[in-house]
């Protein structure tokens, strides 16, 4: 990105490489066709080991009357003509954890789905805006059992690749290694020397300026308008997830109440909430919550979420009225959601998840 405001014109260097045929090429397809066979033995062994789990595969709908709640998400919007000829805004589901939610609530136990999701804003070399997510609910059972859910699909992501190990460029990590629990207090202590505990008060309401504070102190630069979410990211991003998942995978647990608006708080400790993130090679992979099913203070965290990307956006979306309303029924449940197409990135070492996808998204 150039500089902001910046009059000067910058001329691009004279390169001589040819460029890259598209993915539908022959040469291309020869290429990337041992990665995408490798991605369906990976895919049918995680079926498999989720069949014998007692996990039913479910379907949900990618349509929906609201893509998500989380302020930095952002979704493609479209329209659905009536059979009255009148148009009704809807979205391509960013996850399709609220459609889970309800299978939950209608009495299915242990659900998951290989299902397309849509994020506007996001391409790059971890980022397709078309997406698998592997999404996967276990009720009466408490989150920590989802990082052993998490260690065996990396084995079976590698095992299937023929390897066993995960590589991202220059990074490794042992699939078959115990997974490191690290809590998110402790990384930013070790990584960034913040006590990040310090800059939120007793019930979890994070203090701002404590943390800008801190982030001085530490060396670290926030901007003016910078929240206290937008700089808890920055340091995660510039001084956390560099050091995750290398030799061995990470999880990241136990994040400020603040950053899970759909995860009930820990226990023991209201600052902080039951969720976690697995890391591979420095790669975030997945996402995990123990669910909060309180309706009222769901609708709390979403109205707090849509503030906030008002503020910062200018846009909010709906909220899902049936998804609260089911809330009521849902039993005790923990979730989590898995890059898939970064899971086999990983497991075939491929340079970035266009590689992997069978038809990448144009662009």
């Known amino acids: 990105m150039f500089p902001r405001n910046s009059s000067r014109k910058r001329l691009s260097p004279v390169s001589h490489a040819l460029p890259t045929p598209p993915w539908w090429t022959p040469e291309r397809h020869a290429d990337r066709r041992p990665m995408l066979l490798a991605r369906n033995r990976i895919q049918q062994a995680i079926r498999v080991w989720l069949a014998e789990e007692g996990f039913t595969e ?159 102190a530490a060396g670290l630069r926030a901007a003016p308008d910078d929240g206290w979410s937008d700089m808890l990211s920055r340091v995660l991003v510039e001084k956390v997830e560099p050091h995750l998942g290398h030799g061995r995978p990470t999880v990241l647990d136990r994040y400020p109440a603040a950053e899970a608006a759909l995860a009930r708080r820990a226990a023991d400790d209201p600052r902080v909430a039951e969720r976690f993130e697995l890391y591979a090679c420095g790669v975030e992979l997945a996402n995990s919550f123990g669910e909060l099913t309180d309706p009222a203070e769901q609708r709390r965290r979403f109205i707090a979420e849509m503030d906030e990307k008002e503020r910062v956006y200018g846009e909010r979306y709906p909220l899902d009225e049936d998804f609260l309303e089911a809330l009521e029924l849902m039993p005790a449940s923990s979730g989590i959601a898995l890059g898939f197409d970064r899971l086999v990135m990983l497991a075939t070492a491929a340079p970035r998840i266009d590689a992997v996808i069978w038809a990448p998204v144009p662009g």
């Open 58 to 216: 479910v379907d949900p709908a990618a349509l929906a009357l609201s893509p998500g709640n989380e302020a930095h998400l952002h979704a493609f919007a479209t329209e659905a003509i009536g059979n009255d000829g009148q148009p009704r805004r809807m979205y391509l589901h960013t996850s399709p954890e609220f459609a889970m939610k309800k299978l939950l609530a209608a009495g299915e136990t242990r659900i998951a789905a290989f299902a397309h999701v849509w994020r506007n804003r996001e391409r790059g070399v971890l980022h397709s805006p078309e997406f698998t997510m592997l999404e996967w609910y276990r009720t009466g059972e408490p989150y920590e059992v989802l990082i052993d859910d998490c260690a065996a699909m990396l084995r079976l992501a590698a095992e299937a690749a023929g390897s066993r190990e995960l590589r991202f460029r220059d990074s490794t990590c042992d699939a078959f290694a115990a997974p490191e629990r690290l809590s998110v207090a402790e990384a930013f202590r070790r990584h960034a020397g913040i006590d990040l505990l310090a800059t939120v008060g007793p019930d979890g309401a994070p203090n701002a300026e404590a943390l800008r504070a801190a982030m001085a």
